[in-house]
T-cell receptor, first 112, second 113 residues
Framework: NAGVTQTPKFRVLKTGQSMTLLCAQD?????MYWYRQDPGMGLRLIHY???????AKGEVPDGYNVSRLKKQNFLLGLESAAPSQTSVYFC???????????FGPGTRLTVT | AQSVTQPDIHITVSEGASLELRCNYS??????LFWYVQSPGQGLQLLLK??????LVQGIKGFEAEFKRSQSSFNLRKPSVHWSDAAEYFC???????????FGQGTRLTINP
C-alpha cells in the first residue's frame, strides 16, 4: 500500500513550457486535491475533485488545469509555466466526508 | 467562511521542555479540526483530529490537543519535546458537508539541544 505518490519529485521548467504532474492513490479515495506551498503562505488549494470525472476550482486555480479520468489518478497541468508558479506542489486524497487527508511527498517545481 | 490563524510563525524550545502551539479558527458551527506535521522535505502527516466528543484528543508521537469552543481554539501540546519533533506544524479546519479543508500558515518548531 503506497498511499499517495507523486511524479516527478523535482522539475525545472523554462517560462512558457508546459508540464503535467501526476498524483496517484491506492486507497480508493473519492476526494483528491492539489495544493501549492510557498514560504509564509501555508497550503493553498489549487483544484480538487470529488470523484472520477469531476473537478472544481480552489483558492488559486489560475494558470492550472486538472483532470480526473480515473478514480486513482489526479493530474495537474501547467500549459504555459510562469516564474510565479515556482513552488512545492502537494497532492492529497481523502474518503468522502471524513476530511482526513493523506498527502503525497510533494513535487518541487522551479520555473526560470 | 472558515479561517484558521496560527499566531506563531516560529517557535524555539529546548529539548525536554513542554510545547504548546496555538491555533484559532473562525467558523459558525462545530468545526472539524486537524493538526498536521511536515518534516523537512516531506509531505504532511496527520497528528490528530477532532470531530466531536471528548474535547481533549490524543494523537501520534505523544501529542495532544484540546478543543475549546469558547475560545475558538485547538492548541497542540506535548509535555516533553524531542529533537525529532523539529518540523513545521499546520492546523486545519473543515466542516460537516464541506468538501475541503482550510489550512493555517504553519508554525515552524526549532528544538535547541
Amino acid at each position: 500500500n503506497a498511499g499517495v505518490t507523486q511524479t516527478p519529485k523535482f522539475r525545472v521548467l523554462k517560462t512558457g513550457q508546459s508540464m503535467t504532474l501526476l498524483c496517484a492513490q491506492d486507497m480508493n479515495h473519492e476526494y483528491m486535491y492539489w495544493y501549492r506551498q510557498d514560504p509564509g503562505m501555508g497550503l493553498r488549494l489549487i483544484h480538487y475533485s470529488v470523484g472520477e470525472g469531476t473537478t472544481a476550482k480552489g483558492e488559486v486555480p489560475d494558470g492550472y488545469n486538472v483532470s480526473r479520468l480515473k478514480k486513482q489518478n489526479f493530474l495537474l497541468g501547467l500549459e504555459s509555466a510562469a516564474p510565479s508558479q515556482t513552488s512545492v506542489y502537494f497532492c492529497a486524497s481523502s474518503r468522502t466526508l471524513t476530511y482526513e487527508q493523506y498527502f503525497g511527498p510533494g513535487t518541487r517545481l522551479t520555473v526560470t | 467562511a472558515q479561517s484558521v490563524t496560527q499566531p506563531d510563525i516560529h517557535i524555539t524550545v529546548s529539548e525536554g521542555a513542554s510545547l504548546e502551539l496555538r491555533c484559532n479558527y473562525s467558523y459558525g458551527a462545530t468545526p472539524y479540526l486537524f493538526w498536521y506535521v511536515q518534516s523537512p522535505g516531506q509531505g504532511l502527516q496527520l497528528l490528530l483530529k477532532y470531530f466531536s466528543g471528548d474535547t481533549l484528543v490524543q494523537g501520534i508521537k505523544g501529542f495532544e490537543a484540546e478543543f475549546k469552543r469558547s475560545q475558538s481554539s485547538f492548541n497542540l501540546r506535548k509535555p516533553s519535546v524531542h529533537w525529532s519533533d523539529a518540523a513545521e506544524y499546520f492546523c486545519a479546519v473543515g466542516a460537516r458537508g464541506a468538501q475541503k479543508l482550510v489550512f493555517g500558515q504553519g508554525t515552524r518548531l526549532t528544538i535547541n539541544p
